[in-house]
């Protein structure tokens, strides 16, 4: 599976931005893809997740309510919409694949950069 992430850059306090992440190589519907993030300084952290399969989402507490993970079954390509960002939302933002069967991320993607301006 390959993963390309696109759509980061600079953006204001309460502004609006989405990710993308094109997967190329394997059927979607069998892999849960995910987004995670990674602040300057700290650990890489979830935020969001879909299930293949049938469409399920799970987010991470800190981003509920702000962001959402959706996917294209036909363009084998998952987004992050993110509203009302938080300058404590800046990170490199990656996507990531894994069989829905297996508990690790085996795929991932090269990050996008995220800034949020205060």
């Known amino acids: 599976v390959q993963l390309q992430a696109s759509g980061g850059g600079l953006v204001q306090a309460g502004g609006s931005l989405r990710l993308s992440c094109a997967a190329s190589?394997?059927?979607?519907?069998?892999?849960?893809m995910g987004w995670f993030r990674q602040a300057p300084g700290k650990e890489r952290e979830f935020v969001a997740a879909?299930?293949?399969?049938?469409?399920?989402?799970y987010h991470a507490d800190s981003v509920k309510g702000r962001f959402t993970i959706s996917g294209d079954y036909g363009k084998n390509t998952v987004y992050l919409q993110m509203n009302s960002l938080k300058p404590e939302d800046t990170a490199v933002y990656y996507c990531?694949?894994?069989?829905?069967?297996?508990?690790?991320?085996?795929?991932w993607g090269q990050g996008t950069l995220v800034t949020v301006s205060s």
């Open positions: 990531a694949a894994r069989k829905t069967s297996s508990g690790t991320y085996a795929y």
């Open positions: 190589g394997r059927a979607f519907s069998t892999y849960t």
């Open positions: 879909i299930r293949g399969s049938d469409g399920s989402t």
